[in-house]
């Protein structure tokens, strides 16, 4: 839509002078595009083969949806499309390409069984949870593929898992390391303890001086949310509307001309046979094929069943196993040459001679006739008739939606010349962050991610035009900018007050627990410590990596401490969600694989695998980059 208002305006005597300065150049470009590389392109080239910037684009946009539906209200736009995102994402793709690349030149291949068992597998294809050949060529119809070409995405899809998944599979995991694993993750540590609480003291006075001070040294916790107030016009088909004028004699005209979409066609429902042989091959391998597939009609026209034969022989993986069956066939569905041999058949005579497409030659079997079908005008007309309103609702769009973009190309710092030329309303929403609102426009990710971008928020200008949905745009222009910004400490005395509180009882807690360590580490005992301070302590507690009814600072801590040494123990203190511990590890036990402990062997044997595996990829992967020629063109991943 922009593309067509910049042309729209590109003319008179101006135009014409301007684009005599341009074509020269231009020409000289267009001529040389014939002698450089394709790879103009490129966002990357992996061993002389491309990754397009379409390709990564399309890619990176699907990633981007998984990650918003995954992220929900949570989801950023301006973290997802930062450039060291975007960087990575292309190394997975060049990666990918790799992989794909080395599983070729290995030679590596997908058997006709294995290719048709995914396919089936697809639920996809299913109807009452069965494969279903006809909505399995249905849905190749409605994607623009033939069967082979379907196949061969398929067999490149698992072709790209296998090598992967061979790599996984050989990894092993012998004995020393289980019986390492199993030392460390059932490791158990005898310990003590005792938590000295960080206690509030709420009626405590915190000076001025205090406060002030605080406040200065993290102002970076009290800095108010850059925030945007947008203007925003609104332009929608819906919006215009209108009543619209046509006659009968119209309305019958486009029945008519749209015939097809009211009256379905006669469908067949067929079966076939095919013999495979490529249409290039030898004129012997041609006859050869075609001699068995003549065989093969004439035993069907025998009597034997047809779909006996089409298991047996039929090289069509995606109908074989059901007996050749193609579900119902109708008018311009398959390949002109099948489709006529299918037209030409009857009930009486049901069996087709062998009929040569690029597949090779079909045996086709008529099964079933299901008569033309369809609507009458009168039960079509309300349909034609809100088709041609959602026309002309469309026209009178698109014709806003120029005049839209051509006032606001004249003049880029308001929306109010356009608003008063239209008769459009010119609205606000926010103030809201980059996070968005929870509601109305604010709400959508692409209107945030256009009001922060330089354009709008940098440049001051109106936006380009955002969709919303079919024929639904909106054009913004901020209005008020609020930066980041200190919040006055007025407005946070409360929680600077309550700050400065919890910091005083963390430092007391840590003061205590100090004291404490040192008058242990002296050779006092702990639990005695304990009793004269008033604490509760854990006493030769046992602690295991995965404790759950443990906090999860001191298990943490805990494992990190040395081995105390034979007839010593570890101390120290630890944070804790409420305060600080001071902690004597006493003893540590080494965890150990038992021989019939057969599940947890098996849980640790795929832990270890898996890790193995991982590493040998990646380092398969990083071998595969060394020997490569790769190039990577930073400035196109914009």
């Known amino acids: 839509m922009v593309l067509q208002s910049i042309r729209d305006r590109l003319h008179g005597i101006i135009a014409i002078f301007i684009f005599g300065i341009l074509i020269i150049p231009f020409a000289f470009v267009g001529v040389n ?67 794909a690349q080395v599983s070729v030149d290995a030679g590596l291949a997908i058997s006709k069984e294995q290719l048709a068992l995914e396919i089936r597998s697809m639920t996809v294809f299913d109807v009452d949870g069965a494969f279903s050949p006809d909505v399995y060529q249905q849905w190749l119809a409605s994607q623009g593929l033939t069967a082979p070409m379907f196949e061969q995405n398929v067999r490149e899809g698992i072709l790209m898992e296998q090598f992967p998944n061979s790599v996984a599979n050989s990894a092993i995991a012998t004995r020393h390391e289980l019986e390492l694993y199993a030392r460390l993750m059932d490791q158990e540590r005898v310990y003590s303890a005792v938590t000295v609480p960080a206690v509030l003291d709420e009626e405590a006075v915190i000076e001025e001086e205090a406060i002030t001070a605080w406040y200065e040294n993290n102002q970076g916790d009290y800095l108010s949310e850059e925030q945007v107030l947008i203007e925003y016009i609104e332009l929608s088909a819906d919006a215009i509307g209108g009543e619209v004028e046509i006659t009968e004699e119209d309305l019958r005209a486009r029945f008519e001309q749209q015939q097809q979409r009211f009256i379905s066609p006669e469908a067949r429902l067929a079966s076939h046979i095919l013999i495979e042989v490529d249409s290039e091959a030898p004129e012997v391998d041609i006859e050869s094929a075609r001699s068995q597939a003549e065989e093969l009609a004439e035993r069907a026209r025998a009597g034997e069943d047809f779909a006996q034969l089409a298991t047996e022989y039929s090289q069509d993986l995606g109908s074989a196993e059901m007996g050749g069956d193609l579900g119902w066939i109708e008018p311009d569905y398959m390949v002109k040459a099948f489709e006529d041999g299918l037209y030409e058949l009857t009930l009486e005579n049901p069996i087709s001679d062998p009929v040569q497409t690029r597949f090779g030659w079909h045996v086709i079997q008529l099964r079933e006739i299901r008569p033309s079908q369809g609507m009458t005008f009168a039960e079509a007309r309300d349909i034609l008739m809100e088709e041609y309103q959602a026309e002309q609702d469309e026209r009178r769009f698109i014709e806003q939606a120029d005049r839209l973009i051509d006032i606001i190309y004249e003049d880029p710092t308001t929306l109010q010349a356009a608003a008063l030329e239209l008769g459009l309303e010119v609205q606000e929403a926010g103030p809201f962050g980059r996070g968005g609102a929870e509601e109305g426009i604010a709400a959508n990710p692409e209107v945030v991610s256009t009001a922060f971008s330089d354009l709008v928020l940098g440049q001051r200008s109106v936006s380009d035009p955002v969709d919303l949905d079919t024929n639904h745009i909106v054009l913004l222009l901020v209005k008020e900018h609020m930066p980041e910004a200190l919040k006055p400490l007025e407005d946070v005395r409360e929680q600077v007050v309550q700050a400065v509180r919890d910091q005083r009882a963390r430092d007391a807690a840590l003061a205590r627990a100090e004291e404490l360590l040192a008058r242990l580490q002296a050779g006092e005992a702990l639990q005695g410590l304990a009793a004269e301070a008033e604490l509760e302590p854990v006493l030769s507690a046992t602690a295991r990596r995965q404790s759950p009814n443990m906090d999860s600072g001191l298990r943490s801590e805990l494992f990190r401490m040395p081995i105390p040494e034979e007839g010593a123990m570890t101390t120290g203190v630890v944070e804790v969600a409420d305060g600080y511990a001071v902690v004597q590890l006493e003893s540590v036990s080494e965890g150990e694989l038992a021989a019939d402990d057969d599940v947890r062997k098996q849980l640790y044997q795929r832990r270890v695998q898996a890790a193995t595996a991982s590493d040998e990829m990646m380092a398969f992967i990083r071998m595969l980059r060394a020997q490569s020629t790769i190039e990577v063109f930073e400035d196109r991943l914009q």
């Open 33 to 99: 595009s014939y002698f450089t590389s394709g790879s103009v392109n490129a966002v990357a080239l992996v061993n002389d083969e491309e990754i397009t910037s379409n390709e990564f684009n399309q890619a990176f946009q699907n990633y981007r949806r998984r990650m918003q539906a995954q992220m929900g209200p949570t989801f950023d736009p301006e973290l997802i499309d930062q450039p060291i995102i975007r960087r990575q994402f292309l190394d997975q793709m060049i990666n990918e390409e790799l992989l």
